[in-house]
């Protein structure tokens, strides 16, 4: 009874995935669009239980298998969130789609689950399941609009390197158990304090490696990003570039900084020239983007290259650095969706050119959309700021002065792409005049993300602290 | 009673309360941006005359720790030299929204803008954290992107992103400077005053200072702006709206030195004592090089940008010399520089509005038409010229004081840069206020009403009170650069200067 207590945001989301699908079934076509409400309102009492869940401590549960700590409610709380966005997105581009709401609700959720599992996971086997819910739903979510080719597209190049990933997963995690005796995450640390650990034990690490490294969209498995995020439906868009990357830097976290931090000096000079490469593939590959989803995936990228300098940091003020840099994008990337969504359901548009003049046909879109922008490009007071700003720190308490410089000349690249929509936005004619108008729901999805990013970037110290305490237990 | 945090809050009280007031209601929208502007102004006053002239070191400081595990803290204070730059902020920033009542479009956004920008350098000047500093540094600068995009003209897109970019550069590029200072100090914490005491017991390690110097410098140096590093200076000042200019070359420039002097003299001794003197190289250049530019434009937001750049040249040379007296003369032009600029581009931007040419020649006996703004554009030209009773004749002499033993031949070549400056400036008179009127300006309005001319009398009548009566400031700026000099003059001896 105490474990399924425990388990009670997990129990939560599935049954609320269960009475989607029941809700899918019996009511007629024309209420479909209203599921999404019903899910989306159904997702927020599972905040304040994972709030409430903090008290707890440390928790091991099901032999071992499944863990809560901190880390991981921090990031069912991410995840949450960012689920609730993405369903108020897809309730605003339902019109697109020409069926199967109620599934396409199904599969976030799904895949929701698939993030939570993966946050509590603290066993190698738990955790490959996990992923693969999440890979799997998104599998689907990614090719949803079956008739439109670029999204096919999108979704078979996703399968294929998707699944090559998480092939490569397993046969490292296959190395891993060879070596070490065991999937345990508490077991196999304990082996690796007390043995030298062997070359084969680090080849497995290095296999898990490409299988995060693809979910978090780093060099050198970043290629399929700009396509699938130019092709996929938006709100999967940014579900992969919110949910899908939080997963992935969770799962790096748990392995490389939680379990593998005695081996800290083999993987450290690799991260180091991963994150330099990523942040500035990303941020050069940007540059000259017309699609606005497309320059996401890039920027996207340049973003993961930036979390990788955490990782690239094993001490708790990385950890720390990873976790905060997170919280922010999650409302930062998820204002800039919607207003992406609203703008792109209205005018069917996605090319960059055609926001001009976004400013006088909604003001409040372009307000949203520049502070977003900025906030991405890490200016302050927004918390892109003091995410980067943390990251930086971090970089340089182990001295790593050229990646440093790198991250802070990449800054100044990104705000060169990001003020060329702002200026679009703002100063360009409009060729259609006619307003745009924004949902309630929208406005108030984009309301609490902008709260969110002032708020963080503002007053950090509550999200701060909360950071810290959790990642202490870890090390 | 915190006045420091008031005058830092008030522009972002201000921004709070336009975004809630409808944008027809353009009346009230100025008439608040006024407010908020005229707030910081009173409160400047009551801090320069009631500063403590006897004692050194920051007064008023107020403190609220922010973020304690990284040791972060919410501390502003003003001492001398940052009181002095207060004020010509404030003169600037009100004189800056009260021109702006001729933008006519999109003017809510104009002002929301506006007060941010005002807000950002506000932040700059007073922070004594350096967390707080870089954040407010970066706030002033993002503003200016839209600012200039949206309402300036000419080659504007070009020059917004142009400057953005460099001022960002320079910015994040002094950040990994100052957070290499967080890490090497070892002691954690942002809190400006407790480093410099800190560090003047600790010193950071000689070749590690002058290894970080360079970071600072730079970094700091875009912004002052250092020759090479100048060029987003006279394009983004040619294509700004007239307020903005004003306040760009006004103030915001002054933020490099005053960054230079307050964060990188003081924790950085050392490395001041190594790279100074190649500052005063590079500072020659630029006021010969901005001198001479300027002499070859015909567009006179152009002339004055450069000779902006070639003035600030004088202030980096007297913060080069490091004695009190060129230290002194250094600040002094800085609130002397940016009330003259703040000047000449309110009366070119009032012209502008009517003419839109800004070619001198193409103007022509404009005195005759706008007797009040001639005078005004005269006055800023003697002015820069250096002409005793004006405020920048005190600074420059004593900046060529200050360096004629320490930097011999930077000074001659600062002492002939006043002759490219009044070549440039007399010639932009005599070719667009005297001769006969051009017949197509026969129509320009002239500031007419006392509220039109309120602005220009602020800041002649600044620019006249320090001329006339330098004690005023230089009594409260020595008592501050004789505290920063005082850290550094022990290092004199040790580095075998």
Redesign the interface.
């Known amino acids: 009874m105490d474990t399924l207590l425990y388990l009670l945001p997990e129990v939560w989301v599935s049954l609320l995935a269960l009475f989607v699908l029941f809700l899918d079934l019996s009511w007629e076509k024309e209420r479909h669009p209203q599921i999404g409400l019903m899910a989306a309102m159904g997702m927020i009492p599972v905040l304040p239980i994972l709030f409430m869940q903090r008290q707890l401590g440390t928790v091991d549960l099901l032999y071992g298998m499944y863990r809560i700590d901190q880390v991981a409610l921090i990031f069912k709380g991410i995840f949450i969130f960012a689920a609730i966005f993405v369903i108020l997105m897809t309730r605003e581009q339902s019109r697109t789609m020409e069926r199967g709401h109620g599934e396409f609700y199904l599969l976030i959720l799904a895949a929701t689950l698939g993030m939570m599992f993966a946050a509590s996971a603290a066993d190698f086997l738990m955790l490959f399941v996990s992923l693969e819910l999440i890979t799997v739903s998104f599998y689907v979510m990614t090719s949803y609009l079956k008739t439109n080719l670029r999204s096919l597209e999108a979704g078979v190049k996703y399968l294929i390197l998707g699944s090559i990933s998480s092939a490569c997963l397993l046969y490292g995690i296959a190395f891993v158990y060879g070596t070490t005796g065991s999937v345990n995450f508490s077991e196999i640390r304990h082996f690796l304090k007390g043995t030298p650990y062997s070359a084969s034990c680090l080849f497995g690490l290095f296999l898990i490696l490409g299988g995060i490294l693809f979910k978090a969209t780093a060099v050198p498995f970043q290629l399929w990003a700009p396509d699938v995020y130019e092709g996929a439906p938006t709100p999967v868009t940014a579900f992969l570039s919110v949910g899908s990357k939080s997963a992935g830097f969770l799962v790096a976290l748990r392995v490389f900084h939680e379990l593998f931090m005695p081996a800290s000096s083999d993987w450290v000079p690799l991260m180091v020239w991963l994150s330099g490469l990523t942040i500035l593939y990303g941020n050069l590959g940007a540059i000259s983007q017309k699609n606005i989803k497309r320059l996401f995936g890039y920027s996207s990228i340049g973003h993961a290259g930036y979390l990788l300098m955490g990782l690239a940091t094993p001490s708790s003020l990385g950890t720390t650095a990873v976790i905060f840099y997170l919280t922010g994008y999650l409302f930062t990337n998820m204002a800039a969706f919607l207003v992406i969504i609203t703008f792109s359901s209205h005018t069917n548009s996605d090319e960059i050119k055609d926001y001009a003049g976004l400013a006088r046909r909604s003001p409040f879109l372009a307000m949203v959309m520049f502070v977003s922008l900025l906030s991405l490009a890490g200016v302050p007071p927004m918390a892109g700021f003091i995410g980067k700003f943390m990251l930086l720190l971090s970089a340089l308490s182990e001295g790593f002065l050229v990646l440093a410089v790198i991250g802070a000349a990449a800054v100044v690249i990104s705000l060169y792409y990001y003020l060329m929509i702002v200026r679009t936005i703002y100063a360009d004619t409009p060729s259609d005049a006619s307003p745009i108008p924004v949902s309630w729901p929208a406005k108030i999805a984009m309301i609490t993300c902008l709260a969110g990013i002032f708020v963080i970037g503002v007053w950090q110290e509550p999200f701060l602290n909360a950071s810290f305490a959790a990642v202490k237990k870890l090390f | 009673m915190h006045p420091v945090t008031w005058a830092l809050l008030s522009p972002f009280v201000g921004v709070t309360l336009l975004f809630v007031i409808p944008q027809s209601r353009v009346d009230w929208v100025r008439r608040i941006s006024a407010i908020f502007a005229f707030i910081p102004f009173v409160i400047a006053l009551y801090l320069i005359s009631h500063y403590d002239r006897t004692i050194a070191g920051y007064q008023w400081v107020h403190k609220i720790p922010?973020?304690?595990?990284?040791g972060v803290s919410y501390q502003v204070g003003v001492d001398g030299i940052s009181v002095v730059l207060l004020l010509l902020h404030s003169i600037c920033g009100l004189a800056g929204v009260l021109i702006s009542y001729r933008i006519t479009e999109r003017v809510k956004?104009y002002y929301i803008f506006y007060l941010m920008l005002i807000g950002g350098v506000t932040g700059v000047f007073v922070s004594l954290d350096l967390?707080f500093f870089?954040?407010?540094y970066?706030?002033a600068v993002?503003p200016m992107?839209?600012l200039i995009?949206?309402w300036g003209s000419g080659e504007k897109?070009y020059a917004?992103?142009k400057l953005?970019?460099y001022l960002?550069?320079g910015a994040?590029?002094a950040?990994?400077g100052l957070?290499?200072v967080?890490?090497i100090s070892g002691i954690w914490t942002f809190d400006l005053i407790f480093l410099e005491r800190y560090l003047a017991q600790n010193p950071i390690p000689g070749h590690i200072q002058i290894f970080l110097f360079p970071f600072l410098l730079i970094g700091f140096g875009v912004i002052a702006p250092m020759w090479p590093f100048h060029s987003w200076s006279p394009i983004g000042h040619a294509s700004a709206p007239a307020a903005v200019s004003m306040l760009h070359a006004g103030v915001l420039m002054k933020l490099g030195s005053y960054a230079i002097l307050r964060v990188a003299f003081q924790i950085l001794p050392q490395g001041a004592y190594t790279w100074m003197p190649w500052v005063a190289v590079l500072c020659t250049m630029n006021i010969l090089y901005g001198g001479f530019v300027a002499m070859a434009q015909k567009d006179i937001k152009y002339t004055i940008g450069y000779s902006s750049s070639s003035h600030m040249g004088y202030v980096l040379l007297g913060l080069a010399c490091l004695n009190p007296v060129a230290l002194n003369g250094a600040v002094f032009l800085m609130f002397a520089h940016g009330i003259m600029t703040a000047l000449a581009f309110a009366s070119v931007g009032h012209i502008y509005d009517q003419t839109h040419t800004r070619i001198t020649s193409d103007w022509g006996g404009l005195s005759k038409r706008i007797p009040f703004i001639a005078t005004m554009f005269v006055l800023a030209a003697l002015a820069s010229s250096g002409l005793p009773g004006f405020g920048n004749f005190v600074g420059e002499l004593l900046i060529f004081f200050g360096s004629w033993d320490v930097y011999r031949w930077p000074a001659l070549a600062a002492i002939f840069g006043i002759i490219t400056t009044a070549f440039y400036m007399l010639r932009a008179v005599r070719t667009g206020f005297f001769g006969p009127l051009n017949p197509k300006w026969e129509h320009l309005e002239d500031a007419n009403t006392l509220f039109e001319k309120a602005p220009y009398l602020l800041l002649v009548g600044a620019l006249v009170a320090v001329g006339c009566w330098p004690r005023l400031l230089t009594e409260i700026v020595s008592v501050s650069t004789g505290n920063i000099l005082s850290h550094l003059s022990p290092l004199k001896t040790l580095a075998g200067l």
């Open positions: 922010w973020i304690s595990s990284l956004e967390f870089y954040m407010f970066e706030m993002i992107f839209p995009g949206i897109y917004t992103m953005t970019l960002t550069a994040v590029l950040l990994v957070m290499m967080y890490m």
